[in-house]
T-cell receptor, first 115, second 111 residues
Framework: GAVVSQHPSRVICKSGTSVKIECRSL??????MFWYRQFPKQSLMLMAT?????????EQGVEKDKFLINHASLTLSTLTVTSAHPEDSSFYIC???????????FGQGTRLTVV | DAKTTQPPSMDCAEGRAANLPCNHS???????VYWYRQIHSQGPQYIIH???NNETNEMASLIITEDRKSSTLILPHATLRDTAVYYC????????????FGKGTLLTVNP
């Protein structure tokens, strides 16, 4: 099946710094990708829709200036957490529609810890 | 997107069938029912989906009621590796594959 790869799988950063997370579709092209955030023992919360060649669409309550999304090619979307704070520590997951019409595939997730 | 309701947790003995229910009474006529699962600290894994008819694949079976207000995911012979949080969700066939997730059911398969 289609593969979506995230990098890094884990990252620890200091407060105030920025962290970039990459999401790649390895064997298919994705004009749209989705970014989710998951806090411990909670469900996945959709943050934004990444659109290749245009601006991302953010869900209500998600700060677009803090969570910068770039979808520069048909196989790569990046999420940059700017000026990270400890409350941004979370599990970030991306997904992309696969080759078949009805499936979405998820990356393995990135565990971000801000200290 | 349909609002879904699932029990927060369930237990199942290894080798037995696990039947996970989901209520999606607000599902619209063109929304598919999807099931995903998430093993701890991993991304969600697609299991199965359906619109009206029951479906079966190598992982599971999906039973959708005639009124489409609920469905049941069946793992016919649960193993310890099936321990995970199981999510059901709805998605319109015409949408851009955006999925929203409820709280899911934590299935624990016991030896």
């Amino acid at each position: 099946g289609a593969v979506v790869s995230q990098h890094p799988s884990r990252v620890i950063c200091k407060s105030g710094t920025s962290v970039k997370i990459e999401c790649r579709s390895l064997d298919f092209q994705a004009t749209t990708m989705f970014w989710y955030r998951q806090f411990p023992k909670q469900s996945l919360m959709l943050m934004a829709t990444s659109n290749e060649g245009s601006k991302a669409t953010y869900e209500q309550g998600v700060e677009k200036d803090k969570f910068l999304i770039n979808h520069a090619s048909l196989t790569l979307s990046t999420l940059t957490v700017t000026s990270a704070h400890p409350e941004d520590s979370s599990f970030y997951i991306c997904s992309a529609p696969g080759g078949r019409v009805t499936e979405a595939f998820f990356g393995q997730g990135t565990r971000l810890t801000v200290v | 997107d349909a609002k879904t309701t699932q029990p927060p947790s369930m237990d199942c003995a290894e080798g037995r069938a696990a039947n996970l229910p989901c209520n999606h009474s607000t599902i619209s006529g063109n929304e598919y029912v999807y099931w995903y699962r998430q093993i701890h600290s991993q991304g969600p894994q697609y299991i199965i989906h359906g619109l009206k008819n029951n479906e079966t694949n190598e992982m599971a079976s999906l039973i959708i009621t005639e009124d489409r207000k609920s469905s049941t995911l069946i793992l016919p012979h649960a193993t310890l590796r099936d321990t995970a949080v199981y999510y059901c969700t709805g998605r319109s066939g015409g949408s851009n594959y955006k999925l929203t997730f409820g709280k899911g059911t934590l299935l624990t398969v016991n030896p």
